[in-house]
């Protein structure tokens, strides 16, 4: 049986930050490595290193040590303009914060992500239509995003995040700003895309949600470790 090559790899990966105090480890030394299909999420208290740990997944930081591999690029011999194609091109990002465009309808606000990855009119179209669909939006289509609610809110900024179609899906505190049933809604969503084939990283402080992950790590002191 082969096995998949993995999405993401880290290879002894640490972040250092220099203060007036002296150097402080938000992240030690860690491997992990996650493959094609998994749902990996990452629990852990404010301030553990697991935010840390999905900004360099994202490519918005760089490790002081260690070797980040994503799709078999190694990271760490990219200029700044490979990060921002692998960003673009293969990477979709959920965040607390919805950042939406208020006055932008729910459509615009997804068919913004073309801005950066350039496709052609129909495409956009047929990723935009698709996008909403499999998070459960096609009806809020021409709404305006500021009269949304915060789950709504949410699966646009989901439906953007796919509508690239990307290798790797991260969610930093995806529900952190929202009540029960608004949570349920958005976890929802991420399990049908997940069972659709997405790759998954999520960061959380909500024990709860570990049970929709395939597999789960607790984040404490820099440290990560894998939870059975």
């Known amino acids: ?19 007036p105090s002296g150097p402080v480890t938000a992240l030690r030394p860690t491997d992990l490595a996650i493959r094609p299909g998994e749902f990996v999420a990452i629990s852990g208290p404010s301030g553990s290193g697991k935010t840390t740990l999905l900004h360099l997944a994202a490519l918005l930081d760089r490790p002081t040590g260690g070797r980040l591999v994503f799709a ?32 932008r309808s729910v459509r615009d606000n997804i068919r913004f992500r073309f801005r950066y ?44 995040a796919v509508a690239g179609r990307p290798d790797l899906l991260l969610a930093d505190e995806p529900t952190g700003n929202l009540d029960q049933a608004n949570t349920r809604a958005v976890m929802d969503c991420f399990t049908r895309l997940h069972a659709a084939g997405l790759t998954i990283l999520m960061v959380t402080h909500n024990e709860a949600l570990l049970g929709f992950a395939t597999r789960r790590f607790h984040c404490a002191d820099g440290t990560l470790e894998e939870r059975r």
Do not use: C, K, N, Y
Not at 5 to 10: H, I, K, M, Q, V
């Open 72 to 103: 078999g690029a190694d990271t760490g011999t990219l200029d700044e303009a490979g990060l921002d194609a692998l960003r673009r091109d293969r990477i979709g990002m959920v965040f607390q914060a919805f950042h939406l465009l208020p006055r």
């Open 117 to 160: 990855q350039r496709v052609d009119a129909a495409t956009e179209t047929a990723r935009t239509d698709e996008a909403m669909a499999w998070v459960g939006i096609a009806h809020l289509a021409d709404r305006e995003a500021r009269v949304l609610s915060g789950g709504e809110m949410q699966r646009v900024a989901i439906a953007r």
């Open 1 to 19: 049986m082969t096995t998949a090559p993995a999405t993401l790899e880290l290879h002894g990966v640490e972040r250092r930050f220099d203060t």
